[in-house]
């Protein structure tokens, strides 16, 4: 009786099998077909990243910010696709752009510190793209060291003004150009030619914040700067139009890491990691669509190298997600990891995400966390400093200054955006945080991660104060760990 059921069953399957064939082999097809799409055309794509120099995701229209004047940020929104869930890998400058361009975790670079120069064994997305005939480009902010910096063909200070003569030297080749904006990273204003178009009444206040005068006067010129910024972009895409090359000119708007506001840059909490990023490639990726899973820049190099039909990098930790950009149904990522180190104060952060949670490990817990510098002496921080002294601090401010700080912190993302309350020893969630523990620690070992005992860097600010040092310590590397 066992086996006749089983010789059904067999049966059963195999006629699913043959009627259902033709409907596996156009599942099959149509995912290579899209792969074809991208790698079909004879011509390779130029391709431009647009960076952003300390800019909040949220902060721009397509992310729901209908005040701040962001109309060619919108526009490639219209015209191509829209990521709602992607994050860096760090929330500090120089080590997200090199992260950005080796397709590695900071503390793999060996240069996860703020202005720790790249090493010279490193190759980044630039070098790769010459071997395929590529010219390649840098505008404004570099950020990388030396090493970096000559492996573009191309380097100028200007930005939007310079692009016609970078495309004149371009001629027929292919192109790839970075462009590192300044804006909009402190101080305010950075330029007397930044025009004040908002409102301080008008701004978003985040809760951990003061609502007062200065900080909506401060915020007010962080949107400015922003939108600067966006006419400088439109001053590009305009070229592109002129020339007729808009078409097969790949288009990748980010940033590398959140606002210059407390709490926000220098966390790995979604104000300082999560990013914009918006694609625009016309007639491959469709006008107005989005895509709602997880994606990790990590995987941005080797995308780009996809899309110019080379190989990934041997030593790249990230996986091309170029099959997304025309199929927006294909999952994210299960899990993405952040960090946070050295960057004025020293700091061993490390996080897990999901699409429903935060996890975070601290390893200096008897202090407060280290603000950037020139956070530090905004008019947003000295509110909280003042409304600290009085003992005014909301819950939701005060946990800037928590002493001492949790070893573990986990939010719900979805009920608490701001990641502010921490769920770590709820009795609904600890042993899912212990879960995700788990899963950080895997990632720790795998990727070659360094331990926090490992740290001997001074700081260079007051953390309780955000004051500077008056006489800085010099700069000095970790332990090498290599040779332990």
Known sequence: MILETNRSYKILVFFIYIVNFPLLFYAVNFIFSDLEKINSSDDLPNIIVFVADDANWNDFGPYGNDFIQTPTINKLAEDGLTVNKAFLMVGQCSPSRISLLTGMYPHATRAEDLHMPMPEHLQIVPSFLQERGYFTGHMKK???????DAQFN???????????????????NPFFLWVGFTEPHRSYPSSQ???????????????????????????AMYYDEIAHMDIKIGRFMEELRSRNIEENTLVIFISDNGMPFPRAKGTVYD???????????PKRVQAG?????????????PTILDVAKMPVGEDMQGESFATMLLDQSVPGREY?????????????????????HLLVRNSYVELPHGTPADIGGSP????????????????????LFEVPRPIIEFYNVNEDPYQLNNLASHEDYWQLAREYSRVLENWIETTGDFPSYYRIRDDHTDRWTGVRFQQLIPPMRRINIDNE
């Open 380 to 399: 947003s921080f000295r509110s909280l400093v003042a409304k600290r002294d009085s003992g005014a601090l909301t819950p939701e401010q005060a946990r």
């Open 271 to 281: 104000e300082g990691v999560r990013t914009p990023l918006i694609i625009t490639w």
């Open 154 to 172: 191309w380097y100028n200070e200007r930005t939007a003004d310079s692009f016609p003569e970078f495309l004149d030297v371009v001629g027929e």
């Open 142 to 148: 570099t950020h990388y060291g030396p090493h970096a």
């Open 193 to 219: 030619s930044v025009e004040k178009r908002h409102n301080p009444q008008e701004v978003r206040v985040p809760p951990y914040l003061v609502d007062d005068e200065a900080t909506r006067g401060d915020l």
């Open 289 to 301: 669509s989005t895509y709602d899973g997880l994606v990790s820049l990590v995987d941005l190099a």
């Open 336 to 356: 993405l990891f952040t960090q946070r180190n050295w960057h004025d104060a020293d700091e061993h952060i490390r996080a897990v995400r999901s699409e429903y």
